[in-house]
């Protein structure tokens, strides 16, 4: 059996940690890659995975991805993630919680945690419980802090703004079509300020009544989960889980951009390749869906409130269209200048 450094996606983590609470039924991952800029800060997500190794997997994608997303983001906070395996029927019990609050204890401060996937902010309250190192709590009104999803949605939907102006040549999103794979806390979100914008939506969830109820509400389509990467549109936007860009799924895709708020969208290096050759504009996943960690960090950190939460969020198209222009001028995908930039800013080359 393989160590976990062997793995295609180990990426010189500083400390990849397993947690087993036989009382609770915990099973947990934790993976920080970066310290360098701060503690290792990134959510914990709940979900059943078919085994184990792509459990480590996510944790080690996903945790990589924190470290870049927090420095492209300007917080002094490095990359963790965490995951907890949970069954088939998703249980998910105080106990549990509580031992994974234990888990990220004992890590002395090394790993700050929030919600992610499968999470709620109630959840945090209960890992608060056993542990400092928690954000994404419950918050007053006005405040930083509370359930990330709003303002990811909101850097999303700012992203998708930069991702017209860009590749339509266009300031308004009057009539421009976005198709939106995913309509959870971020994309229904993101399909709501969409829609007040005036664009026209084609919706899709794994929950079908889901997108067809948000469908009928914004004037849009609803069509299936496996039709909406190649629906044409001027833009598709992957809302829900990752690696959904593989070389069959952009072979198909019948857009003019790519900017969504779902993590590790492509599922190879070499698919940032593949888009950029034909000739679509990419978001990097990392930099346009920076809104939750900028809320949930700032909240951490006790820097600020919800007015400066929404200030960092609005600088996201600028951070956007610095990847792009760098990626015009030198020929290379938008994913590997990106990668480039947060590399430099976490020291590593």
Known sequence: MS???DLPDFDDHEAVHFFRDVESGLRAIIAVHSTHLGPAAGGVRFWHYGDNGRAVTDALRLSRGMSYKNAMAGLPMGGGKAVIQADEARTKTPEMLRAFGRAIA???GGYVTAEDVGMTD???VVIRNETDHVAGLPVESGAAGGDPGPYTALGVFLGVKAAAKRALNVDSLTDVHVAIQGVG???GGLAKLLAE???RLTLA???ADRAKELAAEYDGEAVDTDSILSVEADIVSPNALGAVLDEESISELRCSAVAGGANNQLATPQDGQRIYD????????YVINAGGIINVGLEYLGQGDEQEVKARIAKIPDRLEQ???ESAECGDPAADVADRIARRLIARS
């Open 197 to 199: 914008e005036g664009a």
């Open 185 to 187: 806390s971020v994309g």
């Open 205 to 207: 969830d794994v929950n």
């Open 323 to 325: 990847v792009w222009q």
């Open 122 to 124: 109630d959840d945090m």
């Open 106 to 108: 004992s890590l002395g």
């Open 3 to 5: 160590a976990t450094w």
């Open 278 to 285: 034909r000739g679509i504009l990419f978001a990097p996943d």
